[in-house]
Structures are given as C-alpha cells and as structure tokens.
C-alpha cells in the first residue's frame, strides 16, 4: 500500500503493533470526542452511531477475521467453517461469563439497578475495566495480524502490515 510510508516497514514489529494500537486509540478518541459538541444527548444521533458502530464491527469481524479464518483452515485441509464456529463460540462464553461475573449499569437505569454481583468499586474504576474487556479482542487481533505480518508466515492472502494497518483501522 503506498499510503504507508517506507520508514514504517523497517521498525521493529513491536514498536509497528504499539503504533498500530495508538493509531486506533487515537481515531476512538477522536470520535468519542463528538460528545463536547453536544449539550444533551440525541438519541437519533445515538441510535445512528451505536448502529454505525455495530456495522464496522460486523464487517471487520467478518472480512478480516472469520473469512480469512475459514480460507487458512482449508488451505491446512481442515473444514473451515469448524476453527471459525468454535473461535465464535468461545467469545460468545467469554462474553457471557464476563456478563455474569462483572458488575454493569445499562444507559438510563438507576445503582439499585445494575446487574452482576454486587460492588463497592468506584465508576472510575468500572469505567476502566469495562473499556480493558471491550479492547481485549481487538488487541488480540491486531497484535496475531502484526505478528504473523513479522514472522512473514504464509498465510491466505498474505500476512502483510499493510493488512495488520487496514484491521487496525477497520476495528
């Protein structure tokens, strides 16, 4: 891709994840940033972000995880639909066990209200953890497709930085 420049092909695949990581913190914080122009919250803009939001997310798990799943298990003369279900599947668990397990308020309900077990912890700190388990997927798949970009493994359609860029920015 000539959109990336030369420089960044010659750093160390460490130093290209964390550069990776940053970029799409800083474009989340560029769009979250959407809330100090807005007094009061528009739940058609919201309606419409959280829909947009959940679009990307599709379409990035889709073509650029369980596509390419399926196209390196068969190129490995597995069936491919099998790693992809169970990979689902096991999100799916982790999902719901932090469902049950972590304590969460939904948009517009009271304290007494908030589902997991009970706690004393400070929203500060609720804040912090639930954004760590939002982000855990989308470390992980940046840093296997930097990985596999930098060890140069064979796989479907190639393991490049350029492609480790474009799931970067896609997630």
Known sequence: MDF???????LNPIIQALCG???????????AAIVFFTKEINYKLLDFMMGFAGGVMIAASV?????????????????????????????GLFLRICDAYVPHLHIGLPRDEAEGPDTKWKRATLLVLAITIH????GLAIGVLFGAASLGLDMVGGATVAGAITLAIGI
């Open 63 to 91: 073509w650029s995880l369980i596509i390419p799943g399926i196209e390196l298990a068969e190129a490995q003369d597995m069936i491919g639909w099998i790693p992809a279900a169970v990979g689902f599947l096991i999100g």
């Open 135 to 138: 982000n855990i997927p989308e």
């Open 4 to 10: 990336i420049p030369n420089w960044f092909f010659e």
């Open 21 to 31: 990581g940053l970029f799409t913190w800083a474009v989340t914080s560029l769009g």
